[in-house]
């Protein structure tokens, strides 16, 4: 068996803040609680599981396949709520989406930092 993904820890100030944070803009059901986690499943078996961390969190980078009509919800959610959103994952061009590799991608911030990004289609087509 190849080796897979199964889940990725996120730091975070506030782990139901941020759990939430993603749920919401995603559509994805609510987190549940494991441990000291609160984990989210994404539609591949890979859950993201938050964690406070009472430091400062360092911030990542977290990157969602979705399809084309999840991109508008999600877009969608984000204009509502009047979140900054940026086409490049440097901050540079902000209120628009970017048409990388045929597809649609934009990027934007969760409560603690990490980047967070949406695309239709995977890097390289």
């Known amino acids: ?4 993904l199964n889940h990725t820890i996120v730091h975070c100030t506030d782990k139901a803040v941020s759990a939430g944070f993603l749920v919401d803009l995603l559509g994805l059901e609510p987190p549940t609680r494991y441990g000291p986690f609160l984990v989210v499943e ?8 938050y964690a ?3 430091g400062s969190p360092h911030p990542q980078h977290y990157a969602f396949l979705v399809s084309e009509e999840e991109f508008d919800q999600i877009h969608a959610r984000i204009a509502q709520r009047d979140l900054t959103y940026w086409a490049d994952p440097f901050h540079h061009v902000a209120g628009e989406i970017n048409t990388n590799d045929g597809g649609r991608g934009l ?3 969760d409560p603690d930092g990490h ?3 949406i695309i239709t289609v995977p890097y390289g087509g």
């Open 42 to 49: 994404l539609g591949n078996g890979v859950s993201l599981d």
């Open 52 to 54: 406070d961390d009472h």
């Open 107 to 109: 990027y934007w911030d």
């Open 115 to 117: 980047s967070l990004e």
């Open 1 to 4: 068996m190849a080796a897979e």
